[in-house]
């Protein structure tokens, strides 16, 4: 299959997966669904306030590459900051437009692929793409493109799955599948595979997170038991030794 072949399966994908709508129960676009959305995310991640500074970009140019509905970036727009959000599906760049338009926010939407943007190098301050990498055709295209459209000392924060992390492990236990395998490119890096991503970056701080919260998302005797002793037993364990098995590799990069 071609590039632009798989590109477009990617963006048809997602025009009919939208992340996270499995758990809302109000009418999609409507002002509860995005809530619903919002509430969902800082408390599955809650590390997300904690690591990222979304109060701290108040006057600069920020760009986010698979923005999907535009949970992240309507808060960095809040904290002041002059928002640009891309995304392959246009499904989710209109709910980005109407989650926008709710929060009387301003953004530049886009339907756009990451791995060739339009706009021209040294642009942005700060680019953001929270679990896209791994959804892309080519993430080592997206990378460069993401460090060409920074300006020199911009910094980048991405995350990407960790291939040595417990949910992939519990994954292979317990046969129970991932959110979105079934996308046509799910890929997971380890922390090695990251840091060759990173090389054009003149630093970088790669932070393992999101360790196990109870699931929403799954029902019957393996949710049950996850949620009422996986858990328990893996937050017994020194934060020391779990630390680099988090699920999401959160990464801070420089320019
Ligand atoms: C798991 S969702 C994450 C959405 C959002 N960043 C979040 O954290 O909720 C992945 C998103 O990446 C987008 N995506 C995948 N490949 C892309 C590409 N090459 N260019 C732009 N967006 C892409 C998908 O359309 C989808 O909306």
Request: glycine share 6%; charged share 25%; with cysteine.
């Amino acid at each position: 299959m071609s590039q632009a072949d798989l590109i477009a399966r990617i963006a048809a994908y997602w025009d009919e997966h939208i992340h996270d709508l499995s758990i809302t129960t109000y009418p999609v676009g409507t002002p509860g669904f995005f809530r619903q959305l919002n509430e969902y995310r800082y408390d599955k991640l809650k590390y997300l306030p904690r690591l990222v500074d979304f109060n701290g970009y108040k006057g600069k140019n920020l760009l986010e590459v698979g923005c999907g509905v535009g949970i992240d970036l309507v808060r960095f727009a809040r904290g002041g900051a002059n928002v640009t959000g891309i995304d392959l599906s246009k499904t989710a760049i209109d709910l980005a437009c109407k989650n926008f338009e709710q929060s009387e926010q301003n953004a530049d939407l886009r339907v756009m692929n990451g791995e060739s943007m339009k706009f021209a190098d040294n642009t942005f301050d700060l680019v953001y793409a929270h679990g896209v990498l791994q959804y892309t055709a080519d993430a080592q295209k997206m990378i460069v493109e993401i460090h060409r459209v920074l300006k020199p000392g911009g910094e980048a924060i991405m995350m990407v799955y960790n291939k040595q992390s417990w949910l992939n492990l519990m994954r292979k236990v317990t046969k129970v599948p991932l959110e979105h395998e079934d996308a046509p490119v799910l890929r997971k890096f380890s922390i090695r595979e990251l840091i060759q991503l990173l090389q054009l970056f003149q630093d970088y701080r790669i932070v393992p997170e999101r360790f196990p919260v109870k699931t929403r998302l799954h029902f019957g005797w393996k949710a049950f038991l996850f949620n009422n002793v996986f858990i328990g037993a893996f937050n017994l364990m020194p934060v020391s030794w779990i630390r680099r098995f988090g699920w999401h590799l959160l990464t801070f990069a420089v320019k």
